[in-house]
């Protein structure tokens, strides 16, 4: 059995919930999370995020929420669900339709997690793919399972967290979870993984009660709401590709650097869409490659031009901004492959005018994964 969720900012809607009323302008029809009146509340300023409406950030702003999440912890609404492995979803091209986490559960199904944007063509693939293995007798079905989803992402995560549950963390491993209780909240997944390079972990947790549960974690002072701003960038620093923007159904997975996440037995069987075009750039090299970007003078944002040596286009930005860790900016892209190794000096266009940028190897800020001893 498959049970699909989705991720990158938001779960599907909850069963009672409906899209925003009395709210005009950029809310009108946007859906919201359990957390919405939670966010408000707390003063976050929400934004329109793939159908529904998000914190950008709170009172104390996006740098701040940034390096507070480095040094402390905070506490994100996201939709990514429990446990997994990263995998791609690809079409007859070799490009990327999304990219999910699947998790080969102990209760006998599939857990499939889709990102927010991606979700409606992921099911409509997923669902077609099981009438055809309905077809053949295969006993196959689809569920879309709704819980919301919160991230606790810092190098404070463990301590607060550990007063709340009787499991020890310090035995949970990066991408293992454990089904618990925490602070009270019974039904709940811990999973020890996030989007943010630090140590951290997703809890997924029944809708009805994550407010709840979210503002016991709250309560702590030293855990701070986050918003999609404080995020993006600290997902840029880790190095992570932000779907829609740095991978989407024109990438493959061997011009991202996403090859890991193609098993050996599927290399070898050939048995997924687009694999002869993926396995003919492993073996030739592709023409282009995801590659990490650092500059000096005004930050790098998506879609700006990489020049080469000679000052002709080599190259488009994907992501970008200033790192608030490193002082400096920082960005990913595509280049052409004779451009892409680390140090290579390249030009970017910012504003019609050239500035240096120097290929740099990612993560731009070293990752803090757990793994347990």
């Not at 693939?125 to 689809?142: F, K, Q, S, Y």
Request: include cysteine; proline fraction near 7%.
């Amino acid at each position: 059995m498959l049970r699909a969720g989705c991720r990158a900012a938001l779960p599907r809607r909850p069963p009672g919930s409906a899209p925003l009323s009395g709210a005009g302008g950029a809310e009108e029809g946007l859906k919201r999370t359990p957390l919405d009146a939670l966010h408000r509340s707390r003063g976050g300023r929400m934004v329109p995020f793939a159908g529904w409406s998000l914190p950008l950030h709170y009172g104390q702003g996006h740098l701040q929420s940034h390096l507070h999440t480095r040094r402390c912890c905070s506490l994100f609404d996201v939709s990514h669900m429990p446990q997994g492995t990263l995998t791609l979803l690809t079409n007859e091209r070799g490009g990327i339709v999304d990219d999910l986490i699947v998790t080969n559960t102990s209760e006998d199904h599939l857990y499939v997690v889709s990102n927010a944007g991606c979700a409606d063509k992921d099911l409509a693939i997923m669902r077609g793919r099981a009438e055809e293995l309905r077809g053949t007798g295969a006993d196959v079905h689809l569920e879309v399972s709704d819980n919301a989803l919160l991230a606790l992402q810092g190098p404070s995560m463990a301590r607060v967290l550990q007063a709340g549950l009787s499991d020890d963390l310090a035995k949970l491993s990066f991408m293992n979870s454990i089904a618990t209780t925490v602070f009270g909240v019974p039904g709940c997944r811990v999973t020890r993984c996030g989007y943010t390079g630090e140590d951290g972990v997703e809890i997924s947790v029944p809708a009805g009660r994550a407010v709840e549960l979210a503002e016991q974690l709250l309560g702590v002072p030293e855990v701070w709401p986050a918003g999609l701003a404080a995020r993006d960038s600290l997902r840029l620093e880790a190095g992570l590709c932000l779907y829609g923007n740095d991978i989407d159904e024109t990438t493959t997975p061997v011009e991202a650097g996403l090859l890991w996440t193609l098993g050996k037995r599927r290399r070898t069987a050939m048995d997924f869409p687009g694999a002869a075009i993926i396995m003919a750039q492993v073996k030739e090299k592709p023409k282009r490659k995801r590659v990490g970007l650092t500059s000096v003078g005004p930050p790098i944002r998506p879609h700006a031009a990489i020049l080469g040596p000679e000052g002709t286009p080599v190259g488009t930005v994907t992501s970008g901004c200033p790192s608030p860790s490193l002082g400096k900016n920082i960005a990913m892209g595509y280049v052409e492959a004779a451009h892409s190794r680390a140090g290579t000096a390249l030009t970017v266009e910012v504003r019609k005018k050239q500035h240096p940028a120097l290929v740099t190897k990612m993560p731009f800020v070293p990752t803090q994964y757990y793994m347990a001893k």
